[in-house]
């Protein structure tokens, strides 16, 4: 899996750091976070996305092998959360590129996005 | 062979939002260029359109880790203007709200520290438990992260009497872990060599650059919000504000590891206090805010959190001002990495604990004469573990 | 209102060029200075009474363009916020960055934002606005246009 902060307030980025560590421990489920956009088979994308994340984000979604599946985590990546009404706002996610799931919360739990992934690695 | 290094981000997670160059010529760092603004969410404006209770949760979430702070900051100012004093029971849950995040935070920090040390270990165990602390803001806040705890005038929440002993309980634990890992890392001798005389910051650059929090105090510079304009139960009991002279990435790891035990004694005397306030009695009400100005500042884990609030009489503030303190602190860059070599900047860049969405995330290296890309974030981090694996040989 | 000992220090050096003193507390003040003394008060305030300097505020209001700078003396927890009025259509003032180097960023973002100008400044970049919003396009000016919705 690829993760892409966007103009966030980094909880969600915490707690799907979070769920690496012992407590949650997602290697058991066979997922695995990778360094490059090109390694990976998931898209995890979370924060609102401002003018300047998007060109980005179309970007590391062209260099994405396709198939690839994509995931907006927590309120800001489904519909730009709090931030949505900004000056600088160009999301929500699913405005720039498709999106297979959707997991919400400020910030989602580490069991729900958990819970998420694997619902979507069953399908 | 003189390259452009580029610093990537050190969150494991994050790939190539450019923000800082690193000019290099050889193995040294000779200039850094930092491009920001992929974080900027146009608070500031937003904040204009919510009334003052609606400003709470969007300030918030300004900063993930540094949650409560902001809150804490705001409410002092609004506090200011409409000249209210809170009740004691208020004064409590907040100090132990921010000394929580503290602890959280700063567990967080040394995860991350060890991480790009190469020591994953540390990482791991640092962010395990870190889960206890999380546990308790769900327990006590009903959240992991954005506790929404802080209204104008006292709490939302109460923290029931019958809740304390699991505190107490979890404070405890967290007490031995911290002893764990203050003696894991203060007594290692790849640590000392990684960290003792890298990235130093004198007392002359931290007043020249403005710099506040762990980051000023490391270097010898002594200032506290909680101690110097000192507000909520700090007043009320007793800690100490620990400093340390050298001003390396090592003082600043000794500092906030033993901030941590402080913490752990304010929350403790607060809770035994708190017991005698009625239990319920958590706000004052406050109807109006009048037309003025405020200003309100709060020590977040990172440093001095500032609001400004201008109020016309309406239920909108006219203008806010927020200033983290990432904002000052992330600017000594250029005095920390400059002149070091690229294996260090790593962990240089992580000593001041820049907070992500209070600065953005870090760039990657180009070679200073060819203007081609070297190195990316994680190719940095990898250095930086790459050093101390030979150290440790 | 006991007179704060700063501002009696201020009154000394700067007499008839301090416009304007409000003492709310023992902890908060405000002064009104003419803008051209600016780096002179700064000054006088960073290295001889040993103020910090925070951050600065910018903001649009009748009176035009104003600036407060919030300085923190931290022994005894002060804030003093030192005022200035800058006219609305080319409103510029002297860096600070001389100074501290603190100011630098700060300088660079009130341009981008309300259209200031920074006499003498090292750098005045983009700071945030690259990419997010257009060259000249002051947002936080011209309030009743493009204000976000209650």
Same mark, same amino acid.
């Given at each position: ?123 | ?94 100090? !132990? ?92 001798? =790849? ?90 009695? !958590? ?34 503030? =006219? ?75 | ?10 009154? &000394? ?59 923190? &003396? ?74 976000? &919705?209650?």
């Amino acid at each position: 899996m690829f993760h892409f902060g966007g103009a966030s307030c980094n909880n969600c980025d915490i707690e799907i750091l979070d769920c690496l560590t012992p407590r949650y421990d997602i290697e058991r489920f066979g997922m695995q976070l990778v360094g490059s956009i090109r390694h990976a088979d998931v898209l995890l994308v979370n924060g609102s996305i401002n003018l300047k994340d998007k060109n980005r984000l179309l970007e590391i979604y062209k260099q994405a092998p396709k198939p690839i599946i994509v995931v907006a985590i927590g309120a800001c990546g489904c519909t730009g959360g709090i931030f949505a009404e900004g000056n600088t706002f160009a999301g929500p996610v699913d405005k720039i590129i498709p999106v297979d799931a959707y997991i919400p919360g400020c910030p989602p739990k580490p069991e729900a996005i958990i819970a998420g992934l694997v619902k979507l690695l069953e399908k | 062979m003189n390259k452009i290094i580029p610093i990537g981000p050190y969150h494991p997670l994050q790939e190539e939002p450019e923000l800082f160059k690193l000019y290099c010529e050889g193995e040294i760092v000779k200039d850094i260029k930092w491009e920001t603004g992929y974080n900027h969410r146009g608070i500031e404006k937003l904040s204009e359109s919510k009334t003052f209770d609606q400003v709470f949760f969007l300030v918030e979430r300004i900063c993930g880790i540094c949650s409560t702070s902001h809150p804490f900051a705001f409410a002092n100012c609004m506090e200011e203007i409409a000249g209210v004093e809170i009740p004691d029971r208020a004064k409590y849950i907040r100090s !132990i709200i921010g000394e929580l995040e503290r602890i959280h935070s700063h567990l967080l920090w040394v995860g991350l520290a060890g991480h790009f040390l190469g020591y994953n270990t540390v990482f791991m165990w640092a962010w395990k438990y870190r889960e206890p602390v999380l546990d308790m803001f769900e327990m006590i806040t009903g959240n992991r992260n954005s506790y929404a705890m802080f209204k104008i005038g006292g709490v939302r929440r109460d923290i029931e009497n019958h809740n304390i002993p699991r505190i107490r309980e979890m404070l405890d634990f967290l007490k031995k872990k911290t002893d764990l890992l203050t003696g894991a890392v203060m007594d290692d001798p =790849v640590i000392h060599a990684r960290t003792k005389g890298v990235g130093v910051l004198t007392r002359e650059d931290i007043i020249t650059y403005a710099a506040v929090g762990p980051t000023a105090r490391a270097s010898g510079v002594d200032i506290d919000v909680r101690r110097d304009d000192p507000y909520a139960a700090y007043p009320l009991v007793n800690w100490k504000v620990i400093t340390a002279q050298e001003g390396d990435v090592f003082a600043k790891a000794k500092v906030r590891l033993l901030e941590m035990y402080e913490s752990i004694s304010i929350i403790d005397q607060s809770l035994d206090r708190m017991k005698k306030e009625k239990e319920g009695e !958590i706000e004052t009400v406050v109807k109006e805010i009048p037309e003025g100005m405020g200003t309100g500042r709060a020590e977040a884990p990172r440093g001095e959190v500032f609001h400004f609030v201008k109020t016309d009489g309406s239920n909108y503030p =006219v203008r806010h001002k927020i200033r983290a303190p990432s904002y000052v602190n992330i600017a000594t860059f250029r005095k920390t990495c400059v002149g070091q070599t690229i294996s260090d900047a790593t962990i240089s860049l992580a000593a001041v604990d820049p907070c992500y969405c209070c600065t953005e995330r870090m760039a990657v290296a180009y070679d200073m004469h060819t203007g081609k890309k070297i190195m990316n974030g994680k190719e940095l981090i990898e250095l930086s573990a790459r050093k101390t694996s030979e150290l440790k040989a | 209102m006991a007179e704060l000992f700063e501002i009696k220090e201020l009154n &000394k050096i700067f007499g008839k060029k301090i416009l304007e003193v409000v003492v709310k507390s023992t902890r908060r003040a405000i002064v009104t200075i003419e803008a051209a003394e600016i780096v002179a008060v700064s000054e006088f305030l960073f290295r001889e009474l040993q103020f910090r300097f925070i951050i600065a505020t910018a903001m649009e209001t009748d009176q035009g363009i104003e600036i407060l700078y919030h300085f923190s &003396k931290d022994i005894t927890g002060l804030i003093l916020n030192v005022r200035v009025v800058l006219e609305k259509e080319n409103p510029a003032i002297e860096t600070l960055t001389g100074l501290f180097e603190g100011a630098n960023w700060i300088e660079r973002e009130m341009h981008e934002i309300i259209g200031i100008h920074f006499n003498n400044h090292p750098n005045l970049e983009k700071l945030i606005s690259d990419g997010n919003w257009a060259e000249g396009v002051y947002p936080y000016r011209n309030r009743d246009e493009g204000q976000v &919705k209650k």
